[in-house]
């Protein structure tokens, strides 16, 4: 009953998350307003919400105007119908006591990937990772970090701020030097969103567990960017958003707790 309940939770938090960048790139209120489809502007109905299956029983059409609704709809309701379960069996708690602890620091982390797939999906959009959602994000990442490491209680503050500065290196502080040097040359390899993105992934992860997010998310995506090339819907120079890619890859390091030791055991192996 668990996995039922959370395929159910995810799917309505993908859906939610959907709902909400729509909202918020259309300046809609996040309660009052109505989903509507993006075509003919038609209010949806109950029918029309269900996530994943009214997507599937419509054949990906609306059903007024019967044009094709975005995948994106479809997608973001599936990835979070696998993800939430996911997030279940492999919730990394380390040492944090009692079931009640382990239980917060779930439901902080399911808060999190609800950001994430809202931020994600923005991003791929529209090109930015709206602040709106960013900041608290950021916080309750925070309020995670604090939670986990003080009912862990094996180390020390020095060396709890200290991991702390070292996990913002790989992707806030490079990239927040990438970000300075495309405010002198005009050319931007990175947005600012993903500079403040790298400090939530800092207190998710360990430095060399984000150093394989930025590793795995660089990674993924030169391979999508260049089937894009290939296929002759993007140019070389053409900027592609990496939030998604760094969301992906936090999600995948976080859940499989991902490091450069495990990842250079697993290559020796080989």
């Known amino acids: 009953m668990e996995y039922v309940f959370l395929v159910v939770l995810g799917a309505a938090m993908g859906s939610f998350s959907g709902a909400?960048?729509?909202?918020?790139?259309?300046?809609?209120?996040?309660?009052?307003?109505?989903?509507?489809c993006e075509k003919c502007h038609h209010k949806l109905n109950a029918l029309d919400l269900i996530p994943v299956f009214s997507y599937l029983f419509l054949r990906g059409k609306?059903?007024?105007?019967?044009?094709p609704i975005n995948i994106s709809t479809?997608?973001?309701?599936?990835?979070?119908?696998?993800?939430?379960?996911?997030?279940?069996v492999l919730f990394p708690l380390g040492d944090v006591g009692t079931a009640a602890k382990s239980t917060v620091l779930f439901a902080l982390w399911l808060v999190i990937l609800v950001g994430f797939m809202?931020?994600?999906?923005?991003?791929?959009?529209?090109?930015?990772?709206?602040?709106?959602?960013?900041?608290?994000?950021?916080?309750?990442?925070?309020?995670?970090?604090?939670?986990?490491?003080?009912?862990?209680?094996?180390?020390?503050?020095?060396s709890v701020v200290g991991?702390?500065?070292?996990?913002?290196?790989?992707i806030t502080g490079l990239y927040g030097l990438l970000y300075l040097?495309?405010?002198?040359?005009?050319?931007?390899?990175?947005?600012?969103g993903d500079v403040k993105l790298g400090v939530a992934i800092a207190f998710l992860l360990s430095w060399d567990s984000v150093f394989m997010v930025l590793f795995l998310a660089?990674?993924?995506?030169?391979?999508?960017?260049?089937?894009?090339?290939?296929?002759?819907?993007?140019?070389?120079n053409s900027l592609i958003p990496f939030g998604p890619f760094l969301i992906l890859a936090t999600i995948l390091v976080f859940l499989c707790q991902l490091n450069l030791e495990n990842a250079m055991t697993f290559m020796y192996n080989i």
């Open 20 to 36: 909400t960048v729509w909202r918020m790139r259309k300046k809609k209120d996040l309660v009052k307003d109505r989903s509507e």
């Open 62 to 67: 609306c059903r007024y105007c019967r044009k």
């Open 74 to 88: 479809f997608i973001i309701e599936a990835l979070g119908a696998a993800v939430f379960p996911l997030s279940y």
């Open 118 to 158: 809202i931020l994600g999906l923005y991003d791929a959009k529209y090109k930015l990772l709206p602040n709106k959602v960013l900041f608290p994000i950021i916080a309750i990442a925070g309020v995670y970090f604090l939670l986990f490491n003080f009912w862990s209680g094996d180390v020390g503050l020095l």
């Open 163 to 170: 991991g702390f500065a070292l996990s913002l290196l790989p």
């Open 181 to 192: 040097a495309g405010e002198q040359t005009g050319r931007h390899l990175v947005g600012f």
């Open 218 to 236: 660089n990674v993924v995506g030169a391979v999508f960017a260049l089937i894009l090339v290939a296929g002759k819907r993007k140019k070389m």
